[in-house]
T-cell receptor
Framework: NAGVTQTPKFRILKIGQSMTLQCTQDMNHNYMYWYRQDPGMGLKLIYYSVGAGITDKGEVPNGYNVSRSTTEDFPLRLELAAPSQTSVYFC?????????FGSGTRLTVV | AQKVTQAQTEISVVEKEDVTLDCVYETRDTTYYLFWYKQPPSGELVFLIRRNSFDEQNEISGRYSWNFQKSTSSFNFTITASQVVDSAVYFCALSVLSGGYQKVTFGTGTKLQVIP
């Protein structure tokens, strides 16, 4: 049972570079989410999706984009990386209440 | 608006001591869920428990127990006979249905250090 799979686990980006954080779930969950966790802080919602083709902004969407072409995949795109985007990113999925989290992506922008 | 307060930023205990992690929440919704997650030093988030707003029964799972009190809007977590492996950051979270999705608000976490 894979659950929620995130890739990569670690990445270093230079300022201005772009990248896509991948997230895949195999539980047929409709709801998927992207969070970021800054050092010593809780999780903040970046974007979420309630189903394929439907996405919406969370608390901190600036600098990010998402798409949801299938139920399984919910990639997060950083177009112009900035040092403020240095963080740990968690993808999660849910059916109703209760999340299953991926193992996280630690991103450093230098 | 929802809010979750974990007033204890860091706690240190000596192994085998009992420790309680506090969580106070705010919501106007009558239907909601409360969660605790554990984040060990390895970084992953591990689900510990879910409790819905209509179930105030306390729960015990091994050395872990949870005390849910709607009257004080609290959902406290107690570890009995703590062990070094309990060292982690613990997050309390509140979930309500909002605009068609599960809106989850996390507390800022309590870092627990268990000293051998």
């Amino acid at each position: 049972n894979a659950g929620v799979t995130q890739t990569p686990k670690f990445r270093i980006l230079k300022i201005g570079q772009s990248m896509t954080l991948q997230c895949t779930q195999d539980m047929n969950h409709n709801y998927m989410y992207w969070y970021r966790q800054d050092p010593g802080m809780g999780l903040k919602l970046i974007y979420y999706s309630v189903g394929a083709g439907i996405t919406d902004k969370g608390e901190v969407p600036n600098g990010y984009n998402v798409s949801r072409s299938t139920t399984e995949d919910f990639p997060l795109r950083l177009e112009l990386a900035a040092p403020s985007q240095t963080s740990v990113y968690f993808c999660a999925s849910s059916y109703k209440y209760g999340y299953t989290f991926g193992s996280g992506t630690r991103l450093t922008v230098v | 608006a929802q809010k979750v307060t974990q007033a204890q930023t860091e706690i240190s205990v000596v192994e085998k001591e009992d420790v309680t992690l506090d969580c106070v929440y705010e919501t106007r919704d009558t239907t909601y869920y409360l969660f605790w997650y554990k984040q060990p030093p390895s970084g992953e988030l591990v689900f510990l428990i879910r409790r819905n707003s209509f179930d105030e029964q306390n729960e015990i799972s091994g050395r872990y127990s949870w005390n849910f009190q709607k009257s004080t809007s609290s959902f406290n977590f107690t570890i009995t006979a703590s062990q070094v492996v309990d060292s982690a950051v613990y997050f309390c979270a509140l979930s309500v249905l909002s605009g068609g999705y599960q809106k989850v608000t996390f507390g800022t976490g309590t870092k627990l250090q268990v000293i051998p």
